[in-house]
């Protein structure tokens, strides 16, 4: 009898570290400051947003690390839900990241990159084809542009080199992330000692404030968005070297460092632009960058962005295809999803098979619109996955627990608490996505009745 391959256990603290950064710096950092200073109406609120949507990131990380170090297998949240609730719940999960959540969210990353790459190379912006039928955002005919097939090469580029081992992709992760936070660093360096600045930003140019609590949420909405991705580690948790210390380490250490450099940069942002120029601008660094430098400030803001987009598609494609692999390993999806690769020890066909699907979503134009239906049903799974570190105390006291949630049980039920808030004005404010991500449930409920009756008959 032939030998089960299983993947392979390549990736350090550091490479860890790097996909937590990596892969939660993303866009958001650049587009998120004029929304929240929208939402709330000054730069002292949008601060108190940012440490607060950084403390709850960092909750989130502390529960995560002891469900990690307990249980580091393939597929992140999906085992733990498995474990805590029963396949339904995991397979629910799975089913999600798969089709929207995770596909999706590559497809979005890689049109963004696109987009600042059209500042250097406008003939992306160029359309090739229409497909003459409704199919387009607002039910407009479907325009093909050159750019889109550039998103999907890049998406396939980083496919091959995380095909060919995570030790290859986790060396690329390394590397494009000391690249982005470096230029990050620069820019916000550059902010905070400009002669040009002044403190008075911070406290007499303040914009109307809109939303009273209702615009606290909308703008800790936005900016949760900007920290998601800490959890993204967990998902390789079977290809990490010493789980048990490292997959702490680097949920705990990224989160924290991403939280710093986040609020950094918000102060650099104020500190030379008014509440009113940030509110005015789509990319507030650029602008930044645009009043001390000019244009070729903007530019180096847009190559920085690349390199930062770059690293989260990266960190996004290396984690998400361990999802699929432990649901067909579990016999709960296409059984191809669940072979390794023999000489590589990857789970390759996962990946392939999500990155074709994020490219088709690229093609689609609808990814933004995909992402936003599943926010409802998201938040509802990675609540119920905070709770399952209580669950599990509780349901398996005697499994090993390397590290233990600090702050136990009062973090967790923290995470659980804020999640059932957004769940509640996701739900009052986007009634129609949030009713379609239910929908895309139900969608997989028979596949999931299919499968599962297989696997007991096998």
């Not at 590589?344 to 936003?372: H, K």
């Amino acid at each position: 009898m032939s030998e089960k391959l299983t993947l392979r256990r390549d990736l350090g603290l550091w490479g860890a570290a790097a996909i937590v950064v990596g892969t939660v710096i993303g866009s958001g950092v650049f587009v998120v400051p004029k929304r929240a200073v929208i939402a709330t109406g000054s730069p002292d609120w949008v601060t108190l947003v940012w440490i607060v949507g950084g403390l709850l990131s960092l909750a989130g990380a502390l529960t995560y690390a002891e469900l990690s170090a307990m249980m580091p297998e393939a597929g992140g949240e999906y085992v733990y839900l498995r474990e805590a609730y029963g396949p339904f719940f995991a397979f629910v999960y799975g089913w999600t990241q798969f089709w929207v959540a995770k596909s999706g969210s590559i497809a979005t990353l890689a049109s963004g990159f696109l987009i600042y790459l059209s500042n250097f190379v406008p003939v992306l912006e160029q359309t090739f084809a229409t497909i003459p039928l409704p199919i387009g955002p607002g039910g407009q005919p479907l325009e093909l542009k050159l750019g889109q097939l550039a998103a999907m090469g890049v998406i396939l580029f980083l496919a091959g080199v995380n095909y060919f081992g995570v030790k290859a992709g986790g060396q690329l992760q390394i590397v494009v992330t000391i690249a982005k936070v470096g230029l990050l660093v620069g820019i916000i360096l550059i902010g905070l000692f400009s002669s040009q600045g002044a403190v008075s930003n911070f406290t007499t140019s303040v914009m109307p404030n809109p939303g009273g609590a209702s615009g606290f949420f909308v703008a800790l909405v936005a900016i949760l968005w900007a920290y998601d991705g800490w959890n993204n580690v967990s998902m390789v948790s079977s290809e990490v070297k010493n789980p048990q210390r490292n997959l702490p380490l680097a949920l705990i250490c990224g989160t924290l460092g991403v939280m710093i450099i986040y609020l950094l940069a918000n102060t650099a942002y104020f500190y030379v632009l008014s509440s009113a120029e940030v509110a005015a601008s789509d990319r507030v660094p650029a602008e930044m960058m645009r009043k001390l430098f000019g244009a070729s400030g903007a530019s180096i803001v847009s190559i920085a962005a690349m390199i930062s987009i770059f690293s989260a598609l990266n960190g996004s494609i290396l984690s998400g295809g361990r999802v699929p692999y432990a649901m067909a390993l579990d016999g709960l999806f296409f059984k191809k999803i669940a072979e390794v690769h023999p000489e590589y020890r990857t789970p390759a066909q996962s990946m392939i098979w999500l990155s074709l699907w994020s490219g088709v979503l690229v093609f689609s134009g609808q990814y933004d619109q995909l992402a936003a239906t599943v926010v409802f049903s998201s938040w509802i799974l990675y609540g119920m996955t905070a709770a399952s570190v209580i669950v599990l105390r509780r349901k398996r006291p005697n499994l090993a627990r390397p590290y233990k949630t600090l702050g136990y049980p009062v973090i967790p039920i923290l995470f659980v608490a804020v999640a059932a808030i957004l769940i509640f004005f996701t739900l009052k404010d986007q009634p129609r996505e949030s009713l379609l991500g239910l929908g895309l449930i139900a969608l997989g409920i028979p596949f999931y009745s299919y499968w599962s009756k297989q696997k007991k008959a096998s």
